[in-house]
């Protein structure tokens, strides 16, 4: 199986400590929330997973530390019931307590797994939301909901299923309200913001 691009770095603050997650082939990770401002000034709140030793070479980290983040956007299925159904994070393959502008960088590249959906903002904005197969290795493949605008959303508009897509952009995170038994319940969604298309590799290689 070809593994695709997936490559993202994230400078920002942690929103709150390091917290135990799971255990994997006997190596302990950890998970932490890291906001990340953007241009408008709003925030992004990205869920970032690392190993316990890669955060054993800081001191403990702290709510407002500064934190920098290069690794690859992962997802998968929650069937707990509890949440949302698609899990989106962030795997760090490596951190530094570097100090510097917020930035958040994603290069993706994938397969369209579902048609995609083009559409209207109520302010008359067009939107593409598209569902992206990136290829990990292993026989894996993280399923990645993406979104572009304006004139990219026309170009996504026109791919088909089984479309190579290659692209820039961010990743973001959006609260929304679900209604669930009745009472109004605050979840948080995560995207792919495309911000330019690049060219696909036929085969991505770190």
């Known amino acids: 199986m070809q593994t695709n691009k997936n490559k993202i770095f994230l400078r920002g ?4 400590p390091p917290a135990p997650s799971h255990v994997n082939h006997g190596i302990p990770y950890l998970t932490f929330p890291l906001t990340v401002r953007r241009l408008s000034g709003a925030e992004d709140r990205l869920n970032v997973v690392a190993s316990q030793e890669q955060l054993d070479q ?10 920098a983040v290069w690794g690859e956007v ?4 929650n069937r707990s019931g509890v949440g949302s159904r698609l899990v989106v994070s962030v795997f760090a393959r490596e951190l530094s307590r570097e100090e510097g502008e917020d ?5 993706l590249s994938g397969t369209l797994c579902k048609p995609p959906a083009l559409r ?5 904005r067009t939107i593409c939301d598209m569902i992206l197969a990136a290829n990990r290795r292993y026989g894996r ?10 004139s990219l959303a026309y170009r996504c508009g026109a791919m088909e299923v089984g479309d190579t897509l290659a692209l820039e952009g961010r990743l973001q995170s959006r609260v929304y309200t679900k ?12 995207e792919v913001s495309v911000m330019s298309l690049t060219e696909p590799e036929e085969l991505y290689i770190e």
């Open 141 to 150: 493949a993280d399923y990645l909901p993406c979104i572009a605008w304006g």
């Open 13 to 16: 603050r942690l929103a709150a």
């Open 103 to 107: 930035e958040n960088r994603l290069e």
């Open 179 to 190: 209604e669930i038994d009745g009472q109004p319940q605050e979840r948080t969604a995560f």
């Open 120 to 124: 209207s903002t109520p302010l008359g």
């Open 74 to 77: 992962r997802t998968f299925n």
């Open 58 to 67: 800081f001191p403990p980290l702290e709510a407002g530390d500064p934190l």
